[in-house]
């Protein structure tokens, strides 16, 4: 009988425990970036310094376009051969060497031009390890989990990456409001958030260098030309399907979550602190949701979810975020955003089950994580830039029908795909070993 049978429920919740746990703590690291970057900023790129502006401008553009993918297939690579437990370990392992050097390295008074420089370098490792730890740990909780609460198990996922957003939100107004003036944040309280996700990466560390190597990858462990791109490539159809599922889910969430701060203020007219406010409350219910659908999927299928988000979404997003952008009262703008959150939901809780049941256990943590790094890269992460653009050309109604197209796009993958609930590649080592 397959290895997979034999794990003990104990083993299997403590290996869905530690994936989903390093998770959080590498969102954490990531979002507590840009929470605090308005404090950090002055001590690493001084205005009157042209060079270190340049430094600057390039460093987040290489980190959030460039960075994801190239994690994303290193990691994925690095998986696929040498096992899913030890992948988490590297990639968690990054992320901790990313924040402490950001926690300790000195400011542009103190070492010059090699302050942004060694900014810089550390957000490049943090990128590396964020670009691969998706397709690293969507694979591994789909494998550790049972086919009949997969959708359950992985959709933790996405509680643990709006969670470490949530907590580096918490930690930025425990900081403001009960520890430090602000005055010590921007001389050196920055410094306490990034300390902390160290200390916590490295925990996890030791949490996950325990974990119990997927049955799923030791039986294929002697595969030839496991986790390469010409591997990968004997499954197109399969990488299609990838990018074409994640183009709409991905925009659609990057809109309704990291977008909605800035719409609620320049657009719906909104204080900065009502905006953070309703934004917050909206992450929280969406990060509820997750499981809720995910156990849905398990009892339903993927498909009839992924097609509710499609068709609903091509539907309600133009009258939702006209709506929004012409209300003041807070409440209306909460059940607005919550109502399109309920909708991307049945997308983000099971988009990375769906990816890993799509690939044969050789290529399966690059298969799901190359793929959508791209595809988060080309529109998840431009998603913002073009609302901007639009709304600077006068013509901010025209980002919500890119919004919908990107979303009817992906709609039309999801009514020609199969179910991979009910045709799961996973499964295919159980079969092979019974």
Not at 28 to 43: E, K, N
Not at 315 to 339: E, M, N, Q, S, Y
Request: charged letters at 10%; one cysteine or more.
């Amino acid at each position: 009988m397959a290895q997979q049978n034999t794990i003990s429920v104990s083993q299997r919740l403590r290996s869905i425990i530690g994936g989903s746990l390093g998770n959080l703590v590498e969102w954490y690291d990531w979002y507590v970036y840009s929470a605090f970057s308005l404090y950090f900023a002055a001590s690493f790129f001084p205005a009157q310094n042209a060079t270190a502006q340049l430094l600057n401008t390039a460093g987040i553009f290489a980190i959030g376009f460039l960075m994801r993918p190239i994690g994303g297939w290193l990691m994925g690579t690095y998986a696929d051969r040498h096992g899913r437990k030890k992948a988490l370990t590297a990639s968690i392992l990054l992320m901790s060497a990313g924040s402490l050097l950001i926690t300790f390295v000195p400011g542009y008074k103190t070492i010059g031009i090699a302050a942004p420089i060694l900014l810089v370098i550390a957000r490049i490792i943090q990128g590396l390890s964020v670009g691969g730890e998706y397709g690293t740990s969507a694979t591994y909780l789909s494998e550790m989990a049972t086919h009949s609460n997969r959708g359950f198990y992985s959709s933790f996922q996405y509680v643990t990456l709006i969670m470490g957003q949530l907590i580096a939100l918490g930690v930025l107004v425990l900081l403001q409001r009960f520890f430090l003036t602000e005055d010590q944040l921007h001389n050196w309280g920055w410094r306490i958030p990034f300390g902390i996700g160290a200390v916590l990466a490295i925990s996890v560390m030791f949490l996950r260098r325990s974990l119990q190597e997927s049955a799923s990858f030791t039986q294929k462990e002697n595969t030839p030309a496991r986790g390469t791109i010409k591997a990968l490539m004997q499954h197109p159809k399969a990488v299609l399907t990838v990018i074409g599922l994640t183009i709409g889910g991905t925009v659609a969430f990057y809109t309704f979550t990291t977008y909605m701060q800035k719409f609620l203020v320049n657009t719906s007219g909104f204080s900065k602190t009502d905006a953070t406010l309703i934004s917050t409350l909206t992450l929280v219910a969406f990060m509820l949701l997750q499981p809720a659908f995910g156990a849905l999927s398990d009892r339903i299928g993927r498909r009839p979810l992924l097609i509710a988000f499609g068709v609903l979404g091509s539907l309600c997003t133009i009258p939702i975020l006209t709506r929004l952008g012409h209300t003041t009262d807070k409440w209306v703008a909460f059940a607005l955003i919550l109502a399109a959150l309920v909708i991307v939901s049945g997308y983000t809780s099971i988009n990375a089950v769906v990816k890993a049941e799509l690939f044969p256990a050789e290529v399966r943590a690059l298969g799901v994580g190359f793929p959508y790094a791209i595809a988060v890269s080309l529109f998840g992460g431009t998603a913002e830039y073009f609302a901007l653009w639009f709304k600077q050309a006068g013509h901010p109604q025209w980002f919500y029908w890119y919004v919908t197209a990107c979303i009817a796009v992906s709609l039309l993958i999801y009514v020609f795909m199969r179910d991979t609930h009910k045709h799961s590649k996973i499964e295919d080592h159980v079969h092979h070993t019974l």
